[in-house]
């Protein structure tokens, strides 16, 4: 895996260099300070969010709501090639359970049941002797981008972080299912966790929320219980959870409790209504679209993120800048990703690295060099294999804000 370190290593060189120059340059640059959004013809510069970290245990998040607890990762803390424990971004429909602290994990079962010949009860050892397998996968919230939509959507205002590709450890769902034996009515999987919803009341259920068979069988689709080498960490879902990758995160169900297999789309709550579905046919800001016009989102969409430099940075002239950022495209992966220092006139491609594995995000980066003093505008923009590309303003308004994957964009100021 030297080739995966080298990158690394030259990053923090190049980060600390970075710092160096923006400490020894002295600007007085104001802004004024707006609401995030990618939107209309503000400024990046204008719109970039404010830094506020401060989150136990989390290194680089952003608060968003307190109850329950939603915070994103600013861009330039996803700088790494896989996310940090500390910088996944963390997205709760409910409080989390607190027997995830106190519990012995040896005291916790998986229930297998619905459309299956032989429901099963696995405590986490017997659940273990199922092979393990180890994978990067991408997580992303169907809500990631929420905030650039006019009229805005309810909801937490993710702008670009609520996205992380960590390392897990666990069994295939797949082997799991098949060990239960499905029946031939098995259609769609419901997901349970343990978390307690927001009311207090233990008979209500924050989220529950599944796949079809397909995508469950999917060999990368995970039970885990290891995230980057350590147990889950408590905020996401110690002891286990399931990991599917590429889809809304919500499919990623927490604190995994049971399994049961439907044999119609699962209808736990928040797979109805509105809840992580889009119009069936675009629709115009503000519309009111009937229930029955909505669908399930599956795959989600081809982004990029640029994590190097950080938005608003004070760059010198004449010295080239390393930009350097992830791409990802749901079920797909990433042909190309290219960048436009002149907003959009020109594009040029930057190399991009394979996915570690299939549902790993690709890491992709590039040389720049500014052609007179200024202020710039990086934009990154990936195309997926199929060759659907990002767009540059935000994409088609829905009801809830979901599948913002407009183009990533930060300042740069060449003095
Ligand atoms: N039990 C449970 N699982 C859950 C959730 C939840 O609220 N409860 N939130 C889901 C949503 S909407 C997302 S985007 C992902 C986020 O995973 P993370 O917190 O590990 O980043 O978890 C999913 N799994
Ligand atoms: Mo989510």
Avoid at 55 to 73: H, M, Q, S, Y
Avoid at 142 to 162: C, L, M
Avoid at 225 to 253: A, D, Q
Wanted: aromatic share 10%; glycine share 10%; net charge positive.
């Amino acid at each position: 895996m030297s080739n995966r370190q080298k990158p690394n290593a030259s990053r923090r060189a190049f980060l600390k260099y970075g710092g160096l120059t923006a400490l020894t340059i002295a600007v007085d640059f104001s802004l004024p300070l707006l609401r995030p959004s990618y939107s209309g013809w503000m400024a990046v510069a204008n719109a970039d969010p404010l830094d506020d970290i401060s989150i136990p245990g989390k290194n680089g998040l952003r608060i968003l709501n307190n109850r329950p607890l939603n915070a994103e990762t600013l861009p330039h803390f996803l700088d790494d090639e896989i996310t940090p424990n500390d910088r996944h971004f963390v997205r709760n429909n409910g409080l989390v359970p607190s027997s995830a602290h106190e519990m012995d994990a040896k005291g916790w079962t998986l229930t297998v049941d619905g459309e299956v010949h032989n429901p099963l009860v696995l405590t986490l050892e017997q659940l273990k002797r199922f092979k393990p397998y180890t994978y990067s996968l991408q997580i992303e919230c169907g809500g990631n981008g929420r905030a650039g939509y006019d009229p805005p959507a309810k909801g937490n205002q993710w702008t670009y972080g609520a996205v992380g590709c960590a390392t897990y450890t666990g069994v295939r769902m797949g082997d799991v299912l098949r060990s239960a034996g499905l029946k031939n009515s098995a259609v769609y999987t419901g997901y349970y966790g343990n978390d307690l919803h927001l009311s207090g009341d233990p008979n209500k259920i924050p989220i529950s929320r599944g796949t079809p068979i397909s995508k469950a069988m999917d060999e990368h689709t995970l039970i885990a219980w290891e995230m980057n080498g350590r147990p889950l960490p408590t905020l996401h879902g110690f002891p286990l959870r399931v990991v599917t990758p590429g889809w809304p995160g919500s499919t990623s169900i927490k604190w995994l409790k049971h399994i049961t297999v439907r044999d119609r789309e699962h209808d736990g709550p928040k797979m109805t209504g509105y809840s992580y579905r889009v119009p069936r046919y675009p629709v115009p800001p503000g519309a009111h679209v009937p229930k029955r016009d909505m669908k399930i989102i599956e795959s989600m969409p081809v982004k990029s993120l640029i994590t190097f430099p950080k938005s608003r940075l004070n760059w010198k002239y004449g010295k080239p800048l390393q930009v350097r950022g992830h791409a990802w495209a749901g079920d797909s992966s990433v042909k190309t990703v290219h960048v436009s220092i002149d907003f959009g006139a020109n594009w040029g491609e930057t190399s991009l690295t394979p996915p570690a594995n299939p549902f790993a995000w690709q890491n992709w980066s590039t040389m720049l060099g500014f052609p007179k003093r200024g202020y710039y505008e990086i934009w990154a923009r990936a195309t997926d294999t199929a060759g659907v590309m990002q767009p540059m303003v935000v994409p088609g308004w829905n009801p809830k804000g979901y599948l913002n994957n407009a183009t990533h964009r930060v300042a740069v100021t060449v003095l």
